[in-house]
């Protein structure tokens, strides 16, 4: 949520950070602006809507400067307008932030009473203030800085320059991530080290609670204990075209058409393709686990509802799915030796960050499966499982779903060995079917063609269903999640054997329903009668079924539009099959002229509450 940029240089630094805010702005997207320092006075330019107004405004009002911060906002405290876009200043300070100030009206209301006057409904103005009054007192910079951050709470990454201290930049880090970038006489910094990729490849990942100094030429860094400290410097490396759309209209295709090649990377990284075993492993016990608690967010979470199927039916353990959201808050009882499992793409949503933090408190055995190596979910749990997605830019998530379901494919293997529930032929047929995914989805894709007849259909609907069963159940929420978050089509996912005990009244001819029902799946017959159910009520139905389900609904008399798919195992169904959901949105939210990359109220990187 929102995005930070800063470079500190020699030189004039706007053009690049320009270029730096525009990878940042799948973090959020209400407005964005600059501030730079040229001549000893600060110059700030802030617009409202996408970095391309604030292109436009910099056309016409340039500014320059060889220091510079800069910000794309995701709404939290105070509606997206100018006066509430960042970067805050006042003649003394510039800031940008990222995150929650939660005491910041006790903060404001002491700052009014000493005069200060606010302009902005931020949280964030506090700190321009806080920072002022501590500067009018007589402290150096760092001592403002130290002394701020001891009156803040709350989530906050922060960048801060002076107009009277034109070499300085300050950056602290607390729940909000931060980076800072090392090159040759400049120093950047930015919510991510993709923002600075075109800089420098060589970059300090903050700790939680760390602040520092940085000029063109020099950084320190300093723990929560205010101690000088050194954190190592790591190497990343981006290809260029991970964060370009390339051939694509859109970077949710591009990243769609990359599952194959997701997929089979995170497979070369997990099975042993000639012992036809899993090569994962966790330092997690899991024959003593009595329980497995996973917890996620958005589509992360329908993988790990996915999971749940897969380890009750092959690794034979209890478990619970929960919303981090709900879980960090409710009283959930932890079993001695008990596994929880977090799972997300960008390793920093907030919730499942805690709800991970909580586990960790309650003595749990923690694993997380990220696609961010040095996120702060990376950081903190036991176990890392990484995906390898390659970044997601598109805020809808789909090859990150994918890659998820991948590696919790070959963890559930690991567990049911660990558990003694899964016999070394049984674990060869198991990673037998899941290589064949990447050929599956491939072949899944094919069906591009016919999704965009079926778009048409939902297209003019106000309202979809999904349907499935068993692992397909959640792979129909997400179907309806993807729907919901870049077509703004109203949709729900449930599961078929529910429909009657309510949904079943909303059904008429104007509800198109996709049913996931591949024929491989226990669950067939009764998912076919649930389709005879909505067909008899009038309802357009969508079937996602492989030849033999096609055959049935035609020995049925079901008048459904099919999208063939592959026959595959019921084990990699789910993969298979969440990827027509994803281009079903796609191409409806594409008719409809919808912002696919960037949907309204959206943002990739949830890091507030
Ligand atoms: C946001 C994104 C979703 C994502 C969810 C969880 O809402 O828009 O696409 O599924 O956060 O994110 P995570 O990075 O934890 O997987």
Avoid at 244 to 250: L, T, V
Avoid at 410 to 421: C, D, E, F, S, T
Avoid at 474 to 483: D, I, R
Wanted: charged content about 20%.
């Amino acid at each position: 949520m929102c995005g930070i940029v800063g470079i500190n240089s020699f030189e004039n630094v706007v053009p690049r950070i320009m270029d730096g805010l525009s990878r940042l702005e799948y973090r959020g997207y209400d407005s964005a602006g600059i501030a730079t320092i040229d001549h000893g006075q600060f110059q700030v330019r802030r617009a409202v809507g996408k970095l391309q107004s604030l292109r436009d405004l910099l056309q016409h009002h340039p500014v320059q400067g060889n220091v510079g911060i800069a910000h794309t906002r995701w709404a939290t405290h105070g509606v997206p307008n100018q006066t509430n876009a960042h970067p805050h200043s006042n003649e003394y300070v510039a800031v940008v932030h990222n995150g929650i100030i939660e005491n910041h009206a006790e903060l404001r209301a002491g700052l009014q009473q000493k005069g200060y006057v606010f302009n902005s409904q931020t949280d964030t103005e506090v700190v321009v203030h806080l920072f002022t009054d501590y500067l009018k007192q007589g402290k150096t910079p760092l001592e403002c800085l130290q002394s701020l951050l001891g009156d803040i709470v709350g989530a906050f990454a922060l960048a801060i320059i002076l107009r009277q201290f034109p070499d300085l930049m300050l950056v602290a880090r607390k729940g909000s991530p931060l980076v800072i970038g090392i090159g040759k006489d400049e120093m950047y910094i930015g919510s991510d080290a993709l923002a600075l990729s075109d800089w420098t490849n060589q970059v300090i990942y903050l700790e939680d609670g760390d602040y520092a100094e940085l000029t063109a030429k020099s950084y320190q860094i300093y723990d929560v204990a205010h101690q000088a400290i050194s954190r190592p410097i790591k190497v990343v490396e981006f290809k260029a075209d991970a964060v370009a759309k390339g051939s694509y209209a859109h970077f949710m295709q591009k990243e769609i058409f990359e599952q194959p090649m997701v997929i089979g990377k995170t497979l070369q990284q997990y099975v042993d393709s000639e012992a036809l075993a899993t090569k994962l492993s966790t330092t997690a016990d899991w024959m003593a686990a009595p329980k497995l608690s996973i917890v996620a967010c958005g589509t992360s979470y329908y993988a790990g509802m996915v999971a749940k199927y897969w380890f009750e039916t092959y690794a034979k353990i209890s478990v619970e799915v929960d919303i981090a959201s709900e879980f960090r808050y409710r009283d959930p009882v932890f079993l001695e030796e008990g596994i929880t499992l977090v799972i997300s793409q960008s390793g920093e949503t907030i919730d499942t960050l805690m709800a991970l933090t909580l586990a960790a408190e309650k003595g749990q055995q923690t694993v997380a499966i990220v696609n961010v190596p040095e996120s702060s979910i990376a950081r903190t749990a036991q176990d890392v499982l990484l995906t390898y997605a390659g970044p997601e830019i598109g805020v809808a998530s789909t090859k990150a779903f994918t890659a998820q379901l991948t590696v919790l494919a070959n963890l559930v293997i690991y567990a049911a060995k660990q558990r003694g529930h899964l016999t070394q032929s049984q674990e060869k047929a198991l990673v037998t079917e899941l290589m064949t995914a990447p050929g599956l989805v491939m072949t899944a894709l094919q069906t591009e063609t016919d999704i965009h007849q079926v778009a048409l259909v939902l297209e003019k609907a106000q309202d979809v269903l999904f349907l499935g069963r068993g692992t397909n159940f959640p792979v129909a929420l997400e179907g309806a999640l993807k729907l919901k978050e870049i077509s703004y089509i109203h949709a729900e996912g449930y599961a078929a054997g529910e429909l009657k005990h309510g949904p079943i009244a909303l059904i008429d001819n104007t509800v198109p329903v996709v049913v996931n029902i591949p024929a491989t799946d226990v669950w067939f017959e009764k998912t076919l009668s649930n389709v005879q159910e909505v067909a008899a009520r009038g309802a357009k139905t969508i079937c996602l079924t492989d030849a033999k389900g096609q055959k049935a609904l035609e020995a049925n008399h079901i008048d459904s539009l099919v999208l063939k798919m592959p026959t595959c195992s019921s084990f990699v169904a789910p993969i298979v099959y969440a990827v027509p959901m994803q281009l079903l949105a796609y191409h409806t939210a594409v008719l409809r002229g919808t912002d696919v990359d960037q949907p309204r109220n959206l943002a990739k990187s949830v890091t507030v509450e």
